[in-house]
């Protein structure tokens, strides 16, 4: 029999009015137990839940029977690379079934794009467990007008002054961890937690200024491990106490309550001309400019935001940066320890723009003539893409191709690892060469691929402050330390914890810059 007579409207009529007999038929003999009506009932209820899934499949790679309940809850639970390349070899799209949610995974770089360029058929999803933790009526989840008008209140905070304010206060936080790792006189460790660290200190300075204690900075840390953790694409539904979700809940209520202290304290500093230390001044500052603008001109007043929105933005902020830096800050580190030719030009360049001032201060200017660390940092968010995938939600049934139409509802995700790893784009492609990136190399004529800020109307709005932190404590790091990083048979692997690592966690030594490098 052929699908399209499996779900043909008379079969599926039919099947309505046999189901309907058979329980009239049920409940009207009295020589049937109430046990065996039930059992029935239950074998009938995974009967629809599979041609439910089947109906939505069709043709698609994927499992051939969705797991009655659960579908693929545990894959996605504890979810591996090897699992992840399965998927996107099975066909340009692929499913599975995991509780009530049906997902489509794309795998090629057109069909991707043209998921994340697409808003009339489909809207972010981030993962289930998301609007819980972030908060419903967080700005991310806004959608049409609403989403573009909040983004262009935003872009003040990522423009070439901004990044310029932010880099002395990046400056600072990477001295700071650096005599750290110093501290431990050569010793060999983990350095995954450690690279999480000076990132994390490093987004709460620049986002809150230095006003908040050490302590409260460092328990924000630890609390935000609960929300990293809760990560998984498709999480338990419901946030029950003991949950990975409640605690990331519980967490999310201890930072947002120190941001909204850390916001009015902002108010105040710069309601009195204070100095904009921070990215928090500098939007409070344009917010209130702003307001007095449209008060000389007679216009209406704008929109003002309250504590509580100004700290969930932040968190969002928080939520973008935090665990993609991380990753991209591990895979660097280990990339060019492992690569010390790469590392040897990096540390060249610096000294040659810096006309051998090795404490000259970071600005903008520096970072502009670092053009071969741009290629290297590029690189390495090409080879170890932080995001592998970003969730979509169908609105409405979507004819994603000639082939195939996705449901609505359904949970569509567009990939970027397979753009990213395309040989007829990037030759070789598992090699780590940064001079593809450079005048005699041919990355840079496919821009398309290169999706690791994502694409379209929802295109991660601080890239460039991404790159230039990578940038900033790679060239620090190449002129203030030296590194060695002790191999495993893991280093290579992948694993995943809501972003990808090293499966061994990155196992290095660091030392002082020697005076002859």
Known sequence: MSSSSIFDPRTIESAKKTVSSFMNTAFSNSNISTTAIICSAVVGLFAYEQYVYLKKKKSLPGPTFKIPIIG??????????????????????????????????????????????SPAFVEPAVVDSMKHILCADNWVFLGGKDHVDYRKGLNVLF????????????????KKHFDRWLSFNGKTEQYQWHFREVNMEASLRVFLGDFMEDAVAEKISEEYFNITAALELVNF???LPGTKVYKAIQSRKYIVKHFIESVKDARKRMANGGEVKSMLDAWLKSMSEYEEECAKAGKPAPRRFDDREVSLTILTFLFASQDATSSALTWAYQLLADHPDVLQKVYDEQIRIRKGVVDQHLTLELMDESV????????????????????????????????????????LIPTTYP???DPKVYPNPDDFNPDRWGPEGTAEKNPKNFMVFGNGPHHCLGKEYAIMHLMALIAESSLKLEWTHTRTDKSDDISIFATIYPQDGCIMSFRPKSATA
């Open 72 to 117: 693929a809850f545990f894959d996605s639970l504890y979810p591996t690379f090897e699992g992840y390349m399965s998927k996107w070899k099975s066909g340009e799209l692929s499913c599975v079934g995991v509780f009530d949610r049906f997902v489509v995974i794309a795998s090629t770089c057109e069909l991707s794009r043209r998921i994340l360029n």
């Open 159 to 174: 423009t070439r002054k901004a990044l310029g304010i932010y880099l002395p206060i990046q400056e600072k936080v990477y």
């Open 237 to 239: 539904p419901i946030p």
């Open 372 to 411: 071969y660390l741009r290629q290297v940092v590029k690189e390495i968010l090409r080879l170890r893409p932080p995001v592998l995938m970003v969730p979509y939600q169908t609105t409405r049934e979507w004819p994603i191709n000639e082939s195939y139409t996705v449901p609505k509802g359904a949970m």
């Open 419 to 421: 753009a990213l790893h």
